[in-house]
């Protein structure tokens, strides 16, 4: 079975410190691993996607992840928060070659001036 | 290019009612899947469509209902309507032949469905 676990609810940063966003996932297969972003009233947005290549993922808007298999984790960094980061991020998981996706509960992110 | 849309955007209904739920995919892309989003919670995978034939489903009863049309776009339909279905729900298109992981999903805004 697979699962996401998204070990924070919420975050809070001061503008221009660093973001670390943390997710730990449970797959029996390979899996392939995504950040997405949620602004309010606003769709879902990919950050950035992990497909089993390299295990240092660099996305859009500056944030990066990297893939841990022996850790389980896939955790989101940024190296200086910016107010328009605001938002609902979710870790991903899908089984390779499956069609279920699995998101987590999802980290609030609050960046403070 | 166009993105992936839904309509309505809102809607409200009561309890026991049905309704109908309207995606359009992104231009060339084939597969579509549906999720619930709860207020405060991660969207919750209801099925995929892939060339107009169901290709999973997550753990919703068989009241949620889809259908796939051959421009592929899709329907979600949920009957007799229980007060936990007010969610958002969110449609995403992706080019994935079959839905392999590796694609990504293109999301629509949503509709809300509030159940009275």
């Known amino acids: 079975a697979q699962s996401v676990t998204q070990l924070d609810s919420h975050v809070s940063v001061s503008e221009g410190t660093p973001v670390l966003l943390r997710c730990n996932y449970s797959s029996s297969y390979s899996p392939s691993l995504f950040w997405y972003v949620q602004h309010p009233n606003k769709g879902l947005q990919l950050l950035l996607k992990y497909t089993s290549a390299a295990t240092l993922v660099k996305g859009i808007n500056g944030f990066e992840a990297e893939f841990k298999k022996s850790e389980t984790s896939f955790h989101l960094t940024k190296p200086s928060a910016h107010m328009s980061d605001a938002a609902e991020y979710f870790c991903?998981?899908?089984?390779?070659?499956?069609?279920?996706?699995?998101f987590g509960a999802g980290t609030r992110l609050f960046v403070k001036a | 290019e166009t993105g992936v849309t839904q309509s309505p955007t809102h809607l409200i209904k009561t309890r026991g009612q049905q309704v109908t739920l309207r995606c359009s995919s992104q231009?060339?892309?084939?597969?579509v899947s549906w999720y619930q989003q709860a207020l405060g919670q991660g969207p919750q995978f209801i099925f995929q469509y892939y060339r107009e034939e169901e290709n999973g489903r997550g753990n919703f009863p068989p009241r949620f209902s889809g259908l796939q049309f051959p421009n592929y776009s899709s329907e979600l339909n949920v009957n007799a309507l229980e007060l936990d279905d007010s969610a958002l729900y969110l449609c995403?298109?992706?080019?994935?032949?079959?839905?392999?992981?590796?694609?990504?999903?293109?999301f629509g805004p949503g509709t809300r469905l509030l159940v009275l």
């Open positions: 231009s060339g892309h084939n597969t």
């Open positions: 991903v998981v899908i089984n390779t070659g499956g069609f279920k996706t699995i």
């Open positions: 995403a298109s992706s080019p994935a032949a079959g839905g392999g992981a590796w694609e990504t999903q293109y």
